[in-house]
């Protein structure tokens, strides 16, 4: 069974920082690109972050550029967000999801952790 | 970037109804367009990939079509589980973008 476990959310203060972690088990962890993606409290989905099977290629949404520095290990079959400067507005719930291309090479968000809550607040 | 809107942005239906949520992107995304559900305090979930893939163990009563610019989800008689947002998302560019969401509610 596929399973994605986030961990490491939290209070911070602004401008503090805060790494979160997803636990990958139940799937071939190295074979699979992964992103992260979050919600603010009573608002949509918003994708944050990519980073492709071996860790070259990454991605970042304008928003967290500069600030967030996605990583994963693939021997601790685990995804990583280090998250630095954080602002009011980064408060959300932060969740990391697999990223698959089984059906025609079309990438999709095929399983979700349960997400991590991250407040920025004084 | 591309936009990602969808409507309407609420929905009552009753159950056994039709329903149709819409979703358009702002230039051509082919195919590249995934549906999800999501419930209060839950992830969300993948229902349909591709525009049209029923990801397997959804339900048959929903479905996805459209290609290009213009999307529809479609559950053909609701279920009380129904009752929950949806989202659609690009997966053609970075940033992978969601549309705002679509509140289905119990009328």
């Known amino acids: 069974e596929v399973q994605l476990v986030e961990s490491g959310g939290g209070l911070v203060q602004p401008g503090g920082s805060l790494r979160l972690s997803c636990a990958a088990s139940g799937f071939t962890f190295s074979g699979y690109e992964m992103n992260w993606v979050r919600q603010a409290p009573g608002k949509g989905l918003e994708w944050v972050s990519y980073i492709n099977s071996d860790g070259s290629t990454i991605y970042y949404a304008d928003s967290v550029k500069g600030r967030f520095t996605i990583s994963r290990d693939n021997a601790k079959n685990s995804l990583y967000l280090q998250m630095n400067s954080l602002r009011a507005e980064d408060t959300a719930v932060y969740y990391c999801a697999r990223d698959d291309r089984t059906t025609m090479a079309i990438p999709n968000f095929d399983y979700w952790g349960q997400g991590t809550l991250v407040t920025v607040s004084s | 970037d591309i936009q990602m809107t969808q409507s309407p942005s609420s929905l009552s239906a009753s159950v056994g109804d039709r329903v149709t949520i819409t979703c358009r992107a702002s230039?051509?995304?082919?195919?590249?367009l995934n549906w999800y559900q999501q419930k209060p305090g839950k992830a969300p979930k993948l229902l349909i990939c591709?525009?049209?893939s029923l990801q397997s163990g959804v339900p048959s009563r929903f479905s996805g079509s459209g290609s290009g610019t213009d999307f529809t989800l479609t559950i053909s008689s609701l279920q009380p589980e129904d009752f929950a947002t949806y989202y659609c998302q690009q997966s053609h560019s970075i940033p992978r973008t969601f549309g705002q969401g679509t509140k289905l509610e119990i009328k």
């Open positions: 230039q051509s995304i082919s195919s590249y």
């Open positions: 591709a525009a049209s």
